[in-house]
């Protein structure tokens, strides 16, 4: 059995696998850094004035990973004991639910979207009806835009707006993962700004689609950003000279949103072939960004073996939700998309044929 290391593979399995760039790697040896724990190392700063300034929300502070984001923003919101609500497949209330019930004391009120993951503002409304007995309090509404589990799934300014209306008259505020939300802006058209006027607060990453090797930013007001730096000492999330990261992080934030048409358009193609070669697995109109997952059940053969046997023709992919899970990024072309399809060629015929 082949190994990663034996690489080259051709590797679907998240956009977070991306390698920095000769260009990063160059600013990286560069950077000019000081201890960002005391507040001044002026690279990350730099970084975290211009997501201020493209979100045009007045603060933004640099975290190491886009999960302690989330637990730091949720902290800031909801006091132990009470509830968030979160779609039931989001991020933050399901791959990092364990987090928030240790670090913040959080439970979920898990709601489920009609479709890829998106909630209405009517669910959020039905949500936050009061508690007739007066014993439940909910803190905090999250979204996720784009939504992973969703496939990718953008949602629109005007269902942010929605949302934000009923959580403002709840007096309830909202918060955005939004590990892909430039993603989400390539699809829509919209500037990121548009979306964080919506929300009282909100992550993106640099390590996803915008292909730096690490790190993601929460923005909000002066105040949100001033208890959330607070936090990031107690979560042991402070750094010192991340400049050196931030440097690779500033090229991903001011080039990494331009490409991101070609991850989507990559997939999309990728999604048109694996339809053509196992119909009904996925319908390539879903797929508006750069994730995409092809259900392969209807082949009785578990999603395991799929995946192993993608990985012995060279190809990695990442099982989630119960289905095979494909993501373009920069490292992905067309040769790229080629060698997947022809992967798909061979292990469905391998697979389905025994
Ligand atoms: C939607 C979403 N939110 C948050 C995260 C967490 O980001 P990180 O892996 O940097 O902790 C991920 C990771 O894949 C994600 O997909």
């Given at each position: ?53 493209l ?125 892909r939300l430039f993603n989400a802006c390539t699809v829509?058209?919209?500037k990121v ?11 993106v990453?640099l390590?996803k689609g915008l292909g ?39 090229i991903a934030l001011e080039e990494g949103p331009r490409r991101l048409a070609d991850d989507h ?65 920069r ?24």
């Open positions: 059995m082949r190994s990663v290391s034996d690489g080259p593979y051709v590797d679907l399995r998240s956009d977070t696998v991306t390698k920095p760039t000769p260009a990063m790697r160059r600013a990286m040896a560069d950077a000019e850094v000081g201890d960002d724990w005391f507040g001044d190392d002026p690279t990350v700063n730099r970084l975290q004035e211009r997501l201020a300034e979100t045009g929300r007045e603060a933004a502070l640099y975290l190491p990973t886009g999960t302690m984001c989330n637990q730091v923003a949720m902290h800031v919101f909801a006091r132990s004991g009470h509830l968030v609500v979160s779609e039931e497949s989001a991020h933050t209330c399901g791959v990092e639910a364990s987090s928030s019930a240790v670090l913040s004391g959080i439970a979920f009120r898990r709601v489920r979207a009609a479709s890829r993951g998106l909630l209405t503002a009517a669910q959020v409304a039905a949500a936050l009806e009061p508690d007739p007995y007066d014993v439940t309090r909910v803190d905090l509404v999250t979204i996720e835009n784009t939504h992973q589990v969703g496939g990718g799934a953008a949602m629109p300014v005007a269902d942010v707006r929605a949302i934000h209306a009923v959580c403002a008259d709840r007096g309830v505020p909202l918060y955005l993962d939004g590990a829509t058209g919209a700004s548009e979306y964080a006027a919506e929300v009282d607060a909100l992550m990453c390590s730096a090797p690490i790190g993601s930013l929460l923005a909000g007001d002066a105040e949100f950003i001033r208890e959330a730096r607070r936090l990031r000492v107690v979560f042991g999330g402070a750094w010192r000279q991340a400049g050196i990261m931030a440097a690779a992080g500033l358009a990559n997939a999309r193609r990728l999604a048109e072939g694996v339809a053509d070669i196992l119909p009904g697995s996925l319908d390539p109109a879903d797929v508006q960004t750069n994730i995409l997952f092809a259900d392969v059940t209807s082949t009785g053969r578990p999603v395991s073996a799929w995946v192993s046997a993608m990985a012995a023709c060279g190809v990695l992919v990442s099982t989630v939700a119960g289905q095979v899970r494909m993501v373009t990024h490292d992905i072309g067309p040769w790229e998309i080629d060698t997947a399809l022809d992967a798909w060629r061979r292990v469905a015929e391998e697979l389905t044929t025994r």
